[in-house]
């Protein structure tokens, strides 16, 4: 109940396409739900995150569409760019469930690689 | 601003030995929390703290100590290192739950 399935592992796609990353969840307590992302060698860094009160978030050319009933979410990245190469996980955590007070739980995460 | 700083980048182990990795933070946020990250395997939580002198076990404890004395420092101890623990470790902070974390460069650990 407390996992986040991501997929897929690893993705390509050509510069100016769109990336779609999904990720699902089981425990109906989640309330936030970030993604990060991470270039090699450094740490994650916050992109993007919605909380189940609305179904969508755009900033910029990300987009996270958010579907509380099939307790699924994903992260599109229009006119994907060679800079956008980097890994991304999805996370989500909860205010208060069980004493563990929001903390992240992630996926496995996504190798993205945007050709030019 | 600095953020979150860790030290040391990189570092090899012997099996049995200890070490710290310490991990401090300029934003004065009361959420701390330690990460192993292992290939193909997304970010596992091993201790995290709400604020100085409150700690508290994460998924992947085991092999791992923390303590909080202050807001801004959260080292992380390893007693008799295992091969299991080469990882890549990350410390985080967030200003309260449910809010963006910030995380540092990491630290690259090999037990040998």
């Known amino acids: 109940q407390q996992q986040v399935k991501q997929s897929p592992q690893s993705l390509i796609v050509q510069k100016g396409g769109i990336s779609i990353i999904n990720c699902a969840y089981e425990?109906?307590?989640?309330?936030?739900f970030p993604w990060y992302q991470q270039f090699p060698g450094k740490g994650p860094a916050l992109l993007i995150a919605?909380?189940?009160?609305?179904s969508e978030k755009k900033e910029g050319r990300f987009t996270i569409s958010f579907n509380k009933s099939a307790k699924q979410f994903s992260l599109h990245i229009m006119d994907s760019q060679p800079g956008d190469s980097a890994t991304y996980f999805c996370?989500?955590?909860?205010?208060?469930?069980?004493?563990?007070?929001?903390?992240?739980?992630f996926g496995k995460g996504t190798k993205l690689s945007v050709k030019p | 601003n600095a953020g979150v700083t860790q030290t040391p980048k990189f570092r090899i182990l012997k099996i049995g030995q200890s070490m710290t990795l310490q991990c401090t933070q300029d934003?004065?946020?009361?959420?701390m929390y330690w990460y192993r990250q292992d290939p193909g395997m997304g970010l596992k939580l091993i201790y995290y703290?709400?604020?100085?002198?409150?700690?508290d076990k994460g998924e992947v404890p085991n092999g791992y100590n923390v303590s909080r004395s202050t807001t801004e420092d959260f080292p992380l101890r390893l007693e008799l290192a295992a091969p299991s623990q080469t990882s890549v470790y990350f410390c985080?902070?967030?200003?309260?739950?449910?809010?963006?974390?910030?995380f540092g460069q990491g630290t690259r650990l090999t037990v040998v």
């Open positions: 996370a989500a955590s909860f205010e208060n469930y069980g004493g563990s007070q929001g903390n992240l739980i």
């Open positions: 985080a902070s967030s200003y309260r739950a449910n809010t963006e974390a910030f």
């Open positions: 703290s709400v604020g100085a002198g409150i700690t």
């Open positions: 425990n109906t307590a989640f309330d936030y």
């Open positions: 919605i909380r189940p009160d609305v």
């Open positions: 934003m004065n946020h009361n959420y």
